[in-house]
């Protein structure tokens, strides 16, 4: 999780960004199985960002908020705790009902 963040951190967040997130946290389920769920999540919700704005424009001030949210969803996955369950749920939670639009 930690590596898929800081790679996050270093994108500029265009489309672009957000397909490779999205291969990238799908990819990192084989490596990381107790995320599974989570990865899954994540890279739904990058994909659903970029159908919402596949062949639109994208400004700069959405593709700002876009990544500032994506990457608070993925530090609080990278921070847990995978001993907390309840927390993990929250998280899966949160995650399962967030837009980045």
Known sequence: MNELLNWLLQQKGSLRTYVEFQDRALALRADAPE??????????????????????????????????????????????????PKAQLALLNEVGVSELV
């Open 35 to 84: 995320q599974a769920a989570l990865l899954r999540l994540l890279a739904d919700l990058a994909g659903r960002f970029v159908e919402a704005y596949d062949r639109q424009p994208l400004s700069a001030e959405i593709a700002g908020r876009a990544l500032d949210r994506l990457a608070s969803l993925l530090g609080k996955a990278a921070a847990g705790s995978p001993a907390d």
